[in-house]
């Protein structure tokens, strides 16, 4: 049975003139760090770079999602004062922004932990994470479903 094959590793860049690559003037701003490097990478090698901007494009889309509860959380304390009572409504709205910040921590968790197994060859790690937002996001559905057509009669 034939082998698959390995993802391409992108080459070093090397200068015109034959010399190596650390004689290279990188331009302005050459000397700024890249960023966090994820922890346990360290041993791995340089992934095919279009697997880390797919982790790293995951982890914006997580960070779109904690912020959307974010928003959600301050448009329920201040846009629907008519549709629950006011401790409901507070509690609701605090689950909310509590969710967008436990999703934006775990997002930085998960980029770290892919970013890692890329680079070490190892599978991906799974995470319940989403399990947690789903059944979040239903709950908290609900709740303002039954508020809603509460507040209709």
């Not at 968790?109 to 680079?119: G, H, L, N, P, T």
């Not at 599978?123 to 209709?152: N, Q």
């Amino acid at each position: 049975m034939p082998q698959p094959e390995e993802p391409p590793v992108r080459p070093p860049h090397r200068p015109a003139d034959g010399g190596s690559a650390d004689d290279l003037d990188d331009g302005p701003g050459a000397d700024l760090d890249d960023g966090p490097t994820p922890t346990g990478a360290a041993g791995g090698q340089e992934p095919d770079y279009r697997f880390t901007l797919a982790n790293e494009r995951t982890f914006l889309a997580w960070i779109r999602t904690a912020l959307g509860l974010l928003a959600g959380g301050i448009a329920v304390d201040q846009l629907t004062p008519d549709v629950a009572p006011a401790p409901l409504r507070i509690a609701l709205a605090v689950i909310c922004a509590l969710g967008g910040a436990a999703l934006g921590a775990a997002a930085y968790r998960r980029w770290v932990k892919v970013e890692a197994a890329i680079r070490t060859g190892s599978p991906l790690p799974r995470t319940p994470t989403l399990l947690v937002l789903s059944v979040g996001v239903t709950l908290v559905a609900a709740v303002f479903c039954g508020l809603i057509i509460g507040y209709a009669d």
